[in-house]
């Protein structure tokens, strides 16, 4: 599980141009919940992955992991037990590496590489194996720098590396909003595919409200540091993007906008 407990987060604290993202935000999580997260800009989505990450420290209030004070664990300390997959293809793999590379670097994350070659050769069929479930034919360019391939296809690589050990939590930051439709559909496939089959327990912060709406048993909407919506389960199977965005418009009128 994952908890947010009172939790206050300040950008530019004492300066003219002081923001408050959350003031005593509380937010649980439970094990195996697919979590869509939806709200307009600055309502605190991306600020709350962060600090459930460990990329930005609180101001005040607690964070737990599987029922553990994390608040003071380091990011890289976190990243045992939680993958990340970001907006940007680029960010989750290395561009000058290719595609078996990658995969072995992933693979060996929390681990010491000592003087050993990078890539295992034992291990070579067992990534081919799991590159051709992809249904993308990545299979067949595993000798191919992955900066070379397109958007789409780093952003599968960078979601299959992001689970290739065992963790319990992944994190998804907007991560089809750089891909055209047809390829984001097949990320969002991907996506639903690996947390099933790994049992994890997912956030997912999209601007896609039918991504929102489809996947995932839980959709949650925020508002300036607030959730002001949060369904799960069969009231969410019942949600349709409509109502979404019907709260969405009324939100987006009561700011003037």
């Known amino acids: 599980m994952i908890e947010l407990r009172n939790v206050s987060k300040y950008y530019n604290t004492g300066s003219v141009t002081e923001t408050c993202v959350f003031n005593k935000f509380n937010l649980n999580i ?33 964070v737990f992991l599987d029922n553990k004070n994390i608040t003071n664990v380091p990011e890289y300390k976190r990243m045992v037990k939680i993958g990340r997959v970001f907006q940007n293809p680029a960010f989750g793999t290395c561009p000058s590496l290719n595609i078996i590379e990658n995969m072995a670097l992933a693979e060996n994350k929390n681990k010491s590489f000592d003087l050993k070659p990078l890539v295992d050769k034992n291990r070579v069929e067992k990534y081919k194996t799991m590159l051709k479930s992809l249904n993308l034919g990545l299979e067949d360019k595993c000798d191919i720098n992955v900066g070379a391939l397109s958007g789409g296809q780093r952003q599968a ?54 991504y929102a709406v489809e996947y995932g048993n839980r959709l949650l909407m925020m508002h300036d540091g607030q959730i002001v919506i949060d369904v799960k389960n069969e009231e969410k199977k019942n949600l349709k993007v409509e109502d979404v965005l019907d709260k969405f418009t009324t939100i987006s009128i009561e700011c003037g906008n």
Request: glycine share 6%; hydrophobic share 45%; with cysteine.
């Open 30 to 62: 439970d094990k195996n919940e697919f979590v869509s997260v939806v709200g307009s800009n600055g309502s605190g989505k991306t600020t709350m992955l962060n600090i459930i990450c460990g990329s930005i420290k609180v101001d005040r209030g607690d």
């Open 157 to 210: 690589i960078a979601l299959l590396m992001s689970t290739m050990i065992d963790i319990k939590f992944l994190i998804l930051d907007e991560h089809t909003a750089a891909l055209d439709p047809k390829t984001a559909d097949v990320i969002m496939e991907l996506t639903d595919k690996i947390v099933k089959e790994k049992n994890l327990t997912a956030i997912m912060v999209t601007h896609n409200l039918r």
